[in-house]
């Protein structure tokens, strides 16, 4: 596999200087707006207090299923779209779990900002479990995922430097403090591969690069949301501290689990108190035109069927 310029070669083409502009997408290139906004998380958040639920709709996807049917409902007259992340029951570990499936089919939907919750370790004393965090930043330790909608026929480059949208995290962590929740703003979510927890020397090598959290999941959900030109905040609820603290237990599942049921109730209410707000704020992101620029193939070139397939991604841009 042949690695990716740094700098791809700049070109002419749609949505570029001489190309054509960006048009909205079509009926045709998504389901219609059925949800707002997108929800990743347990299984648990369908519990949630005021969510009218309409429907569960299984969503075929040119990448394969999904990690579950979508819920989909109402919340304070907003619809959204509930994806359990490791499926109900979580038969499927983080490296299992199928991505671009995952952000293909909230993007089918209609959601333009994604509102994902996790568990995650504690690389700092101050972020102490249940406290919640509001990463900024990611650093890549994974090696088996497929991360891109790109490839085949079709190569786009998008700016990553910011990989979580700076305004729909400042809103949602305004919202957990209002919720009453101990919440941390910024920091850096390192990403690893899992399923098995860190070594102690992996541990410390991570505290040494200056990160707060350490999980397995939302670096490549952050990537494809880019990519799909969604929105895309993390929750990071904080369960235990790995494995690098003198005094604390190490991380177990029975830790986590703990933890988590003791949280699911404030992690439902600040979902609840962000989704009328994220559906209110007008995207003025970088995140909303992340593809204007990134597509470096000459649309002659790309099969028409690879076109098709990617319609709901690049059907701004590429006709």
């Not at 190309?19 to 949800?35: E, F, I, K, N, Q």
């Not at 979510?189 to 959290?213: H, K, M, N």
């Not at 003791?262 to 994220?278: G, V």
């Amino acid at each position: 596999m042949s690695e990716k310029p740094r700098h791809p070669e700049r070109s002419e083409g749609p949505g570029r200087p001489g190309g054509a502009p960006p048009t909205p997408p079509g009926p045709s290139l998504t389901l219609g707006v059925t949800a707002q906004i997108g929800i990743i998380g347990g299984s648990g958040l369908y519990e949630m207090e005021g969510l009218r639920v309409i429907e569960e709709r299984d969503i075929a996807t040119p990448f394969g299923e999904p990690s579950d049917p979508f819920v989909i409902g109402e919340i304070d007259g907003v619809s959204v779209a509930f994806l359990s992340r490791h499926g109900r029951g979580h038969r499927r570990t983080p490296s299992e779990l199928n991505y671009r499936a995952n952000i293909y089919g909230f993007k089918l939907l209609g959601a333009h900002t994604i509102l994902s919750a996790s568990a995650v370790g504690s690389m700092k004393e101050e972020y102490q479990p249940t406290h919640i965090v509001f990463p900024h930043q990611f650093i890549d330790r994974t090696r088996h995922r497929p991360d891109t909608f790109f490839g085949n026929g079709i190569v786009g480059h998008v700016a990553f430097a910011d990989p979580i949208c700076a305004a729909a995290s400042t809103l949602m962590a305004a919202a957990a403090r209002e919720c009453g929740a101990y919440a941390h703003e910024g920091g850096v979510y390192v990403c690893i591969e899992g399923p098995q927890f860190s070594t102690r020397a992996e541990s410390a090598l991570y505290r040494s690069w200056g990160v707060d959290v350490i999980g397995m999941t939302n670096l490549q959900e952050a990537k494809l949301a880019r990519e799909a030109e969604i929105c895309y905040v993390t929750m990071a609820l904080v369960t235990d501290y790995d494995c690098w603290h003198q005094t604390a237990a190490d991380v177990s599942v029975e830790s986590i689990l703990e933890i988590l049921r003791a949280n699911a109730a404030m992690a439902q209410k600040i979902i609840r108190a962000t989704i009328p707000r994220a559906a209110a704020r007008t995207r003025d992101c970088p995140c909303a035109n992340a593809l204007q620029y990134a597509i470096v193939t000459d649309p002659l070139l790309i099969p028409p069927a690879l076109k098709r397939d990617l319609a709901p991604i690049i059907g701004r841009y590429i006709q």
